[in-house]
């Protein structure tokens, strides 16, 4: 069965990186897009990257820009998000999730904690 | 950006009730729509997708209709499982933006 199961959490400073994995089984990742959404405590969800099934495209949210980078290994079936120069406000639960080929995200992984705190 | 804006944010209903949320976009985006149930600690789970789609293995008691900028999600019967909170997201341009949630909750 399909699973995406993110790694990479924990608590780190301000200023400081993180980079998250999300490994995936079940299908065949090289002919998906894959995203990272997030939730900040208390907050809804937040669309924040996507990579096209083959690297070729990478967008994201605005706050984001120029600090983190998506990236994706194919030969690993392994979706990464490098999270540079974080902030208090980038502390969320992540999760990767597929595209599904109507466009909607249909399978999510459980998520990993980022806390970003001194 | 595409703003997406979901109404109300929290409804307080009953078990046999029937419910309507509704998401609404600042500009239109077709049927590139899909709505959510989400679960503390757990994975999001798509409910509907192009506005109007039944997802696989979802209960035929909620719905989704809508096109344009005004889009609904109905569940005709409310069941305990169905208590939860519910995101709209537009897939028509980048960033993919979710409205802010609606919270079902147990009257």
């Known amino acids: 069965q399909v699973q995406l199961v993110e790694s990479g959490g924990g608590v780190v400073q301000p200023g400081r990186s993180l980079r998250l994995s999300c490994a995936a089984s079940?299908?065949?990742?090289?002919?998906?897009?894959i995203h990272w959404v997030r939730q900040a405590p208390g907050k809804g969800l937040e669309w924040v990257a996507v990579?096209?099934?083959?690297?070729?495209?990478?967008y994201y949210i605005d706050s984001v820009k120029g600090r983190f980078t998506i990236s994706r290994d194919n030969s690993k079936n392994t979706l990464y998000l490098q999270m540079n120069s974080l902030r208090a406000e980038d502390t969320a639960v992540y999760y990767c999730?597929?595209?599904?080929?109507?466009?909607?995200?249909?399978?999510w992984g459980q998520g990993t904690l980022v806390t970003v705190s001194s | 950006d595409i703003q997406m804006t979901q109404s109300p944010s929290t409804l307080s209903a009953s078990v046999g009730d029937r419910v309507t949320i509704t998401c609404r976009a600042s500009?239109?985006?077709?049927?590139?729509l899909a709505w959510y149930q989400h679960k503390p600690g757990k994975a999001p789970k798509v409910l509907i997708y192009?506005?109007?789609s039944l997802e696989s293995g979802v209960p035929s008691r909620l719905s989704g209709s809508g096109s344009g900028t005004e889009f609904t999600l109905t569940i005709s019967s409310l069941q305990p499982d169905d208590f939860a909170t519910y995101y709209c997201?537009?897939?028509?341009?980048?960033?993919?933006?979710f409205g802010q949630g609606t919270k079902l909750e147990i009257k």
């Open positions: 999730t597929r595209q599904a080929v109507a466009v909607h995200f249909d399978y």
């Open positions: 079940g299908f065949t990742f090289s002919s998906y897009g």
């Open positions: 990579i096209w099934y083959d690297g070729s495209n990478k």
């Open positions: 500009q239109s985006i077709n049927n590139w």
């Open positions: 192009k506005a109007s």
């Open positions: 997201q537009q897939f028509y341009s980048y960033p993919y933006t």
